[in-house]
Structure formats: C-alpha cells, structure tokens
C-alpha cells in the first residue's frame, strides 16, 4: 500500500499555476526554489525560469512541472504514490489491472486500468540512501 507524496501537475508556466495554487488552497505555500539553468538549457527551457516549482501545504505536495507540448498519452495531472517496496507493489498492481509504462531508479511509470498514468515511488528514506550509496 502507498501513500500519497505528490500531486504532479504537467503544465507551459509553473511560475504561474504555482502561485495560483499556493493562493487558492488554504494553507499551501510557494517552496523557496532555486533556478538550475543547465537543466533548463538541457531540456530547451528559459534558463533564467525554474522548469520545475512546488507548492507545500497541510496536505501532499504539489508539483508543476513544464512539459513542452502535449503528449496524447500522458496525464496533464497524476499522482505521484509513495511506497515502502516499489517492486513488490509493481507486482500487486499489475494482477489489480495495472500496467507498468517504464522504469526508472527512483520511481516506475504505471498505468491504471484505464490507462491513467501514476507514479510509484520510493520512500524519501529509500531514495536517500541510494543518493548517499551513490555518492560514495
């Protein structure tokens, strides 16, 4: 079973859903964020505009990310399901009638029945210990 981690939004402007989120549901807030413009450059982004802003709140984290252009087969919104053991799960969820889009280090693309797409990802503790393996 997973829990809630993030609800990601793909979208042209996050500096502006960002804000307006953050303004429209009580509690959330802008992130403090810094701009990181060689990964902007690398995916054709402004350099000097965050691709990615996050807003934090009473409930999961809010996440919009710019995707240039719209693919026919991905969600403008998902969720991003945090889980104790990725693999595991994976598993379960393809006998429920999941199928599995791609796999990454950290999370795995999924779909629902429907072919709604969501995001399996490992718990904060997880991914922290595969950052600090990596880095030694």
């Not at 072919?115 to 997880?126: A, H």
Request: charged share 25%.
């Amino acid at each position: 079973m997973g829990a809630i981690h993030e609800i990601v939004f793909d979208c042209v402007e996050p500096s502006v859903l960002a804000p307006f989120w953050a303004g429209l549901l009580e509690g959330y807030t802008l992130r403090e964020t810094e701009t990181d413009p060689a990964t902007s450059q690398v995916l054709g982004l402004d350099p000097n505009a965050p691709a990615i802003l996050m807003i934090d709140g009473p409930g999961p984290s809010i996440c919009f990310q710019n995707v240039d252009g719209q693919r026919p087969d991905n969600n403008r919104v998902h969720f991003d399901v945090e889980v104790e053991d990725r693999a595991s799960e994976v598993e379960r969820l393809k006998l429920a009638g999941a199928s599995v889009d791609r796999v990454l280090p950290t999370y795995t693309v999924m779909r629902d029945p429907e072919g709604n797409q969501f995001c399996l990802i490992d718990k904060r503790q997880q991914q922290l210990a595969g950052e600090v393996e990596q880095a030694a």
